[in-house]
């Protein structure tokens, strides 16, 4: 009597495991989404970390925040806000009210840093930024 539980448990689980259809994975596109505004301090230091603010707007409810694009070159640093959207979804409604996301910066050397925020395409299609200089002390 064991036997045929067993048996039939494992017809049970095989039926199950086997009827479950397997969707293909959902799949999204990427983005990163200019910067509406930020709030920084207005100098640095060495070792020091210093919060920084960003507001950004999402064109949509369907746009998912995904991190914070962060470039360096030098004492370069190049930000925007990344996010993705499910493809296919269809999105309705009003545009939702800007989000805001921050981030710690450490600077490990004294000098003038730019930061490069991105403020999305102009006509031509051409990025653009707003620049920022700060004095990083020792």
């Known amino acids: 009597m064991k036997k045929m539980k067993k ?3 494992f017809l049970v689980l095989m039926t199950t495991l086997l009827s479950c259809s397997v969707d293909k994975a959902d799949t999204y ?6 910067v509406d505004s930020y709030t920084l301090p207005e100098t640095f230091k060495v ?10 707007q999402k064109p949509t409810a369907c746009y998912i925040y995904g991190g914070i694009y962060y470039y ?4 370069t640093r190049t ?3 990344y996010a993705s959207v499910k493809d296919g979804e269809t999105c309705t409604g009003e545009v939702p009210p800007l989000t805001e996301v921050s981030f710690n910066f450490t600077p490990t050397t004294a000098g003038t840093y730019t930061f490069k925020f991105y403020k999305g395409e102009d006509d031509a299609g051409e990025n ?3 620049d920022v200089e700060i004095v990083v002390a020792e």
């Open 128 to 130: 653009t930024f707003e």
């Open 79 to 81: 930000i925007g806000v």
């Open 7 to 9: 048996i039939a448990l």
């Open 72 to 75: 360096s070159e030098d004492k």
């Open 47 to 56: 070792g020091g970390s210093h919060e920084i603010k960003l507001k950004y």
């Open 29 to 34: 596109t990427n983005y990163v989404l200019p």
